[in-house]
């Protein structure tokens, strides 16, 4: 759902940007001073344009990062709950296995002796 909604962000954005385009002059000129390279008389449709394109390639960027950041972490939580689940039917079956050795135990015992299920082997 939060990828078509995204998708859906994207495709509204792009209209305005279009409808921007269309409805402005191309005699809006600006200058575009960045660190490495100086532009002069740059439509401004234009900078907005490249503006929004490196906005959404960041945007991209950061949120694989945070992705994969939350898949590897869910992946190593499931791991971890088979592990607890494991031990804990384990730590469930334990005194029924036990008390059935017990009572193995007790049907093999001569019948003069008293059996007692207290004692643990």
């Not at 079956?93 to 003069?112: H, T, V």
């Amino acid at each position: 759902m939060w990828a078509v909604r995204s998708l859906l962000t994207i495709v509204l954005v792009l209209c305005v940007v279009a409808f921007a385009y269309y409805n402005s002059d191309m005699d809006q000129r600006v200058s575009v001073n960045l660190i490495w390279a100086k532009y002069v008389d740059v439509p401004l449709i234009t900078v907005v344009f490249w503006s929004f394109v490196a906005g959404v390639l960041v945007s991209l960027f950061v949120f694989v990062t945070v992705f994969v950041r939350q898949s590897v972490q869910i992946r190593g939580t499931r791991r971890r709950l088979q592990a607890l689940e494991s031990e804990v039917t384990v730590l469930r079956n334990r005194p029924i296995e036990e008390s059935a050795d017990l009572l193995k135990s007790a049907e093999n015992r001569p019948a003069g002796r008293a059996s007692t299920f207290s004692q643990r082997d």
